[in-house]
């Protein structure tokens, strides 16, 4: 299956997925997406960075949920033009799909 600008499936290398599980700063989300570009760089192997803006499936209805879509999505749109990675997100509730197929690749 392509996928972005590379091939998945069993019989193609292996490529991962990876970023904090949710968006709890800008500076977070450069400074990971970075570091994991380099280390994959280095390994030869193809990066997805993944964070969300919003995660509403939290076992703790007080659980820290993200900074929501507005910055969420702006950031995620920094790292995608700054750090040059393709960039994944999770949607839940009401989000308008719009507006996030706008900034995300996956």
Excluded: W
Excluded at 60 to 77: C, H, P, Q, V, Y
Aim: glycine letters at 6%.
């Amino acid at each position: 299956v392509k996928l972005l600008d590379f091939h998945t499936g069993i019989d193609q290398p292996f490529f991962l997925i990876a970023g904090p599980c949710v968006i709890e700063s800008e500076s977070l989300a450069m400074e990971s997406a970075s570091y994991l570009k380099k280390v994959c760089a280095e390994l030869d192997i193809n990066f997805i960075y993944k964070s969300s803006f919003d995660k509403a499936n939290r076992t703790s209805a007080d659980s820290f949920r993200g900074l929501g879509i507005e910055e969420g999505l702006r950031i995620l749109e920094k790292v995608k033009a700054e750090v040059g990675v393709f960039v994944l997100t999770d949607v839940h509730e009401d989000t308008p799909l719009d507006e996030v197929a706008s900034v995300v690749d996956v």
